[in-house]
């Protein structure tokens, strides 16, 4: 299995630190990455509109996406640090290649939203403080590919800590903003109260829960934490998830003070003096020295927006990175990667300012971040389901609470994106010209994600539940043998998959070779793990199979048999002929479930492969 960020991965050593604070500081980091993404200039976008609209009133829900935000990422992190697979690697070994490509095309939809945001902001930032034309702005963006293959190949913690200079950056700007517009601490307080003005104000909230957890930070943390080399151990693994947890935690806070500075900025100048519709960052750069009397507000403005861009373009990338080779296995050069999806958001920014102009920036970046919140549903609900997971997590699965929480969570959120979608749809068939195609193509679209969303919610459920109701207990086998009698096989291959078919199967082959043969039982896990990752992948199936295979030896060996088991991965087809042709074996015996129709003429197409690759003999017994 390859590993995640390869380049970087377990880079960072934790261990041999002299002191508690040297050995936290070694786990300090990447949250700080991960923060960057929670006040990129989409956020921007999302928090002037909400602070000049509706005035503080907005600012319980950056509060509430802050909580949620903690919690998913702290699940994200708990997910790399466990099973040291991202959330990517995770799904590919879970779904089915065509969930997964689907799966892949979405993530892929919300990086390109995400740098979308963070294209314009940078541009904006550049043209507030150079003056130099959008368009150019945002082709100059590009050139950030090289300061990020720069930075890769210096290390993580290089890359870390100039993210952080720029964090500190972003922060410090909106201190002095805060003293220059002196706001309203009692508003502030009451604007934690949850209140929904109007509809509008719905559209702005959903924009900013997107803006604030971000999906692909949630591929983006899983992997970042792995750069963290530390003991496998009990106590390690613990260990690391304690550090990682605070590290989260003052990160995600940090990022959250941002966004309520900006949302009170806006609140506290637009909204108070009646500007209700600053929602371009342009307009709002522009208004801050008349209305606070300070030349260095604009100017810390647009510091603060190159920071906040600049910092978000890289770990976009790197999310981008882990995306493609988690789900697709593909690995391209960073600068390449970069490249293409710098390319994805230019393309679209370039044509919309092009024909419409410089003013519907605005309308992009917050429509990016709707586009975002409308893609959470499919990475955080997989999430869940992995973390929930006993046997992937080894023992660190998440308790019932947090698991309620999680739920609930994902609820309010694919609750919120389905009551929009709902909306908008209504609205353009209400108001539309050509009603039919919107029935025709958006409708049956917006239907298909639904059913995908119901797909990834049930399917773990139903597949853990038909692994334990199609698994054979062992101790029910009736097995019949004879110690006395004349016997020519004396080792014996017998196929079993933990169905009533292996009673017959085990039984036909101590007929042939009695209490004196040795006995060698093989099964082949089959799922999509398995065969992708092969004897490293650790789903629940495999690990079920591997203790139904144990307890198959235990139970025969205590009757007195000489067992060996073989546990293969892939296509039986192909395995179990590898499997056979390594051995000294005289024979092979496998069940069948008495197949008919068209289960019969593809269990005879296996049955045929598999017979012409052996150099044995194949028995094969009807249940």
């Given at each position: 299995?390859?590993?995640?960020?390869?380049?970087?991965?377990?880079?960072?050593?934790?261990?041999?630190?002299?002191?508690?604070?040297?050995?936290?500081?070694?786990?300090?980091?990447?949250?700080?990455?991960?923060?960057?993404?929670?006040?990129?200039?989409?956020?921007?976008?999302?928090?002037?509109?909400?602070?000049?609209?509706?005035?503080?009133?907005?600012?319980?829900?950056?509060?509430?996406?802050?909580?949620?935000?903690?919690?998913?990422?702290?699940?994200?992190?708990?997910?790399?640090?466990?099973?040291?697979?991202?959330?990517?690697?995770?799904?590919?070994?879970?779904?089915?290649?065509?969930?997964?490509?689907?799966?892949?095309?979405?993530?892929?939809?919300?990086?390109?939203?995400?740098?979308?945001?963070?294209?314009?902001?940078?541009?904006?930032?550049?043209?507030?403080?150079?003056?130099?034309?959008?368009?150019?702005?945002?082709?100059?963006?590009?050139?950030?590919?090289?300061?990020?293959?720069?930075?890769?190949?210096?290390?993580?913690?290089?890359?870390?800590?100039?993210?952080?200079?720029?964090?500190?950056?972003?922060?410090?700007?909106?201190?002095?903003?805060?003293?220059?517009?002196?706001?309203?601490?009692?508003?502030?307080?009451?604007?934690?109260?949850?209140?929904?003005?109007?509809?509008?104000?719905?559209?702005?909230?959903?924009?900013?829960?997107?803006?604030?957890?971000?999906?692909?930070?949630?591929?983006?943390?899983?992997?970042?934490?792995?750069?963290?080399?530390?003991?496998?151990?009990?106590?390690?693994?613990?260990q690391a998830l304690k550090y990682n947890f605070i590290d989260?935690?003052?990160?995600?806070?940090?990022?959250?003070?941002?966004?309520?500075?900006?949302?009170?900025?806006?609140?506290?100048?637009?909204?108070?003096?009646?500007?209700?519709?600053?929602?371009?960052?342009?307009?709002?750069?522009?208004?801050?020295?008349?209305?606070?009397?300070?030349?260095?507000?604009?100017?810390?403005?647009?510091?603060?927006?190159?920071?906040?861009?600049?910092?978000?373009?890289?770990?976009?990338?790197?999310?981008?990175?882990?995306?493609?080779?988690?789900?697709?296995?593909?690995?391209?050069?960073?600068?390449?990667?970069?490249?293409?999806?710098?390319?994805?958001?230019?393309?679209?920014?370039?044509?919309?300012?092009?024909?419409?102009?410089?003013?519907?920036?605005?309308?992009?970046?917050?429509?990016?971040?709707?586009?975002?919140?409308?893609?959470?549903?499919?990475?955080?609900?997989?999430?869940?389901?992995?973390?929930?997971?006993?046997?992937?997590?080894?023992?660190?699965?998440?308790?019932?609470?947090?698991?309620?929480?999680?739920?609930?969570?994902?609820?309010?959120?694919?609750?919120?994106?389905?009551?929009?979608?709902?909306?908008?749809?209504?609205?353009?068939?209400?108001?539309?010209?050509?009603?039919?195609?919107?029935?025709?193509?958006?409708?049956?679209?917006?239907?298909?994600?639904?059913?995908?969303?119901?797909?990834?919610?049930?399917?773990?459920?139903?597949?853990?539940?038909?692994?334990?109701?199609?698994?054979?207990?062992?101790?029910?086998?009736?097995l019949r043998f004879s110690k006395s009698g004349s016997y020519?096989?004396?080792?014996?291959?017998?196929?079993?998959d933990f169905s009533s078919a292996d009673e017959v199967a085990?039984?036909?082959?101590?007929?042939?070779?009695?209490?004196?043969?040795?006995?060698?039982?093989?099964?082949?896990?089959?799922?999509?793990?398995?065969?992708?990752?092969?004897?490293?992948?650790?789903?629940?199936?495999?690990?079920?199979?591997?203790?139904?295979?144990?307890?198959?030896?235990?139970?025969?060996?205590?009757?007195?048999?000489?067992?060996?088991?073989?546990?293969?991965?892939?296509?039986?087809?192909?395995?179990?002929?590898?499997?056979?042709?390594?051995?000294?074996?005289?024979?092979?015996?496998?069940?069948?479930?008495?197949?008919?129709?068209?289960?019969?003429?593809?269990?005879?197409?296996?049955?045929?492969?598999?017979?012409?690759?052996?150099?044995?003999?194949?028995?094969?017994?009807?249940?």
């Open positions: 299995m390859a590993k995640s960020l390869e380049e970087v991965n377990q880079s960072v050593s934790t261990q041999n630190k002299k002191s508690v604070f040297r050995k936290i500081l070694a786990f300090f980091g990447p949250a700080y990455l991960i923060s960057v993404g929670y006040m990129d200039p989409g956020n921007w976008a999302t928090d002037i509109a909400g602070g000049s609209q509706f005035g503080y009133a907005l600012l319980w829900v950056l509060l509430m996406s802050n909580i949620m935000a903690l919690l998913l990422q702290s699940l994200s992190a708990r997910l790399g640090i466990v099973t040291q697979r991202d959330l990517a690697q995770a799904s590919r070994e879970t779904y089915s290649p065509f969930i997964n490509y689907i799966l892949y095309f979405l993530a892929e939809i919300a990086i390109a939203a995400c740098d979308l945001a963070e294209v314009l902001g940078m541009a904006i930032g550049i043209n507030l403080l150079f003056d130099i034309p959008l368009i150019e702005g945002v082709l100059i963006t590009v050139l950030d590919t090289f300061l990020l293959l720069f930075l890769i190949n210096k290390g993580i913690r290089k890359m870390e800590a100039f993210i952080i200079v720029l964090v500190a950056i972003i922060g410090f700007s909106f201190i002095f903003e805060m003293i220059f517009a002196q706001p309203e601490l009692d508003k502030v307080l009451f604007g934690l109260i949850p209140s929904m003005p109007n509809e509008a104000a719905l559209y702005i909230a959903i924009g900013i829960i997107g803006a604030t957890v971000m999906p692909h930070n949630l591929y983006l943390h899983s992997s970042l934490v792995q750069t963290r080399k530390f003991e496998r151990t009990t106590a390690g693994i613990k989260s935690t003052i990160a995600l806070n940090l990022a959250f003070l941002v966004n309520a500075a900006i949302l009170i900025l806006a609140a506290a100048t637009f909204y108070k003096n009646g500007m209700f519709e600053v929602a371009e960052i342009q307009d709002a750069h522009r208004f801050l020295e008349p209305l606070l009397g300070s030349k260095f507000a604009p100017i810390l403005f647009a510091v603060a927006l190159i920071a906040a861009g600049q910092s978000s373009t890289i770990t976009g990338t790197l999310a981008g990175q882990i995306v493609m080779e988690g789900y697709l296995n593909l690995r391209i050069q960073p600068w390449v990667r970069r490249i293409i999806t710098r390319l994805i958001a230019i393309v679209p920014a370039v044509i919309v300012i092009t024909i419409y102009g410089e003013s519907v920036t605005g309308k992009l970046l917050i429509l990016s971040q709707v586009i975002l919140s409308l893609q959470l549903g499919f990475a955080i609900i997989p999430l869940i389901h992995f973390v929930s997971d006993k046997s992937k997590m080894k023992g660190f699965h998440i308790g019932k609470v947090t698991q309620i929480a999680s739920w609930i969570i994902a609820t309010i959120i694919v609750s919120l994106n389905a009551k929009l979608v709902f909306d908008e749809i209504t609205g353009w068939l209400e108001t539309s010209e050509n009603p039919l195609l919107l029935w025709l193509t958006v409708v049956p679209l917006a239907i298909s994600f639904l059913i995908l969303l119901l797909y990834i919610v049930f399917k773990p459920f139903i597949a853990k539940a038909k692994i334990d109701i199609q698994n054979h207990s062992p101790h029910s086998l009736k020519t096989k004396k080792n014996i291959a017998v196929s079993v085990l039984n036909n082959a101590f007929e042939l070779g009695g209490i004196e043969a040795k006995y060698t039982l093989i099964h082949v896990v089959e799922t999509v793990g398995a065969m992708i990752y092969g004897e490293n992948t650790d789903d629940h199936e495999t690990l079920i199979d591997e203790k139904l295979l144990e307890e198959y030896k235990v139970m025969l060996t205590e009757k007195g048999f000489q067992v060996a088991t073989q546990l293969g991965f892939g296509k039986p087809n192909k395995v179990i002929p590898e499997i056979v042709n390594k051995g000294a074996f005289d024979i092979l015996v496998m069940g069948t479930h008495g197949h008919t129709g068209f289960k019969d003429l593809v269990f005879g197409t296996t049955v045929d492969k598999l017979r012409h690759k052996i150099s044995i003999p194949l028995l094969i017994v009807k249940n």
